[in-house]
């Protein structure tokens, strides 16, 4: 495991969520407390700034609860919506560093 403040550390939450090893809310709550709060930005790429900016959109304002998507769905992403932003943010990154 990497340091909070370590970018490294969002790829590998990336990895440990996609192996299962993390559930959405332990995902988000740790991309937060990494790249919203620890994460100096001026070591990320150019591509790294879009891409982890995009996911944390979405992993903002995902919800566990079905209440919340009854209320508003479109201010609440849902497990789905996380899934798939994940997946796409590893294939752009992916990209990035072949």
């Known amino acids: 495991m990497y340091d909070k ?3 490294r550390r ?4 990336i990895d440990q969520y996609l192996s299962d090893n993390l ?3 332990g995902f988000c709550d740790e991309f937060y407390y990494s790249y919203d709060l620890e994460v100096d930005r001026k070591t990320l790429t150019d591509i790294e700034k879009i891409a ?3 996911l944390s959109k979405v992993s903002d ?3 566990p609860y079905e209440e919340d998507h009854k209320l ?3 201010a609440f992403s849902t497990v789905k919506e996380l899934k798939e932003k994940i997946i796409e943010t590893k294939a752009i990154l992916q990209k990035q560093n072949t």
């Open 5 to 7: 403040s370590d970018k």
């Open 61 to 63: 304002r995902f919800s």
């Open 10 to 13: 969002l790829y590998w939450l």
């Open 52 to 54: 982890f900016a995009s």
């Open 72 to 74: 508003d769905p479109r």
């Open 23 to 25: 559930d959405e809310t």
